[in-house]
């Protein structure tokens, strides 16, 4: 009997665990998760918006992870954006506000220093998209 539980025991481990590990392995991994977290919240392209970033010259004043030479210090980095509670201390972090001040920062807060960067609405969904892969 003892034999036999041993036994049950030995093929648990050596069987079922490797087994379920292999289950957990298929998970993707976290950067894979929040890439497509951020496209179903939003409905950009995070690869368009990234480039985007690029072009208008955000990392003059932030600092933002995945950008290359994004060390800006005149604007709040926006590491952890995605995680954020309020944009700039404004309006609560959603989507449709986060579009709505990349088109136009003094529109939503009039006293920021944020200037309007020109941004059509499908560029900022577009950049919002890859904000909020950054959890
Ligand atoms: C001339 C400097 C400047 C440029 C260029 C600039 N920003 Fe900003 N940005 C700021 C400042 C300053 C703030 C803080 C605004 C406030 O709190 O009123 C800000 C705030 C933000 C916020 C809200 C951050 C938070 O912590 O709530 C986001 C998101 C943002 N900027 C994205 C961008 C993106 C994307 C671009 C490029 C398209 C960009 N910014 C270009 C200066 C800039």
Known sequence: ???RMRARAALLGGLLLPALAAVGGCERPAPVRARHAAV???GGDPDRGRALIQRFG???CHTIPGIPGADGLVGPPLTGIG???YIAGVVTNQPANMVRWLVNPPGVDSLTA???MGLSAAQATDIATYLYTLR
């Open 58 to 60: 955000c990392k003059a």
């Open 83 to 85: 995680s954020r509670v």
């Open 40 to 42: 179903a919240l939003v």
């Open 1 to 3: 009997m003892r034999e």
């Open 114 to 116: 944020m200037p309007n």
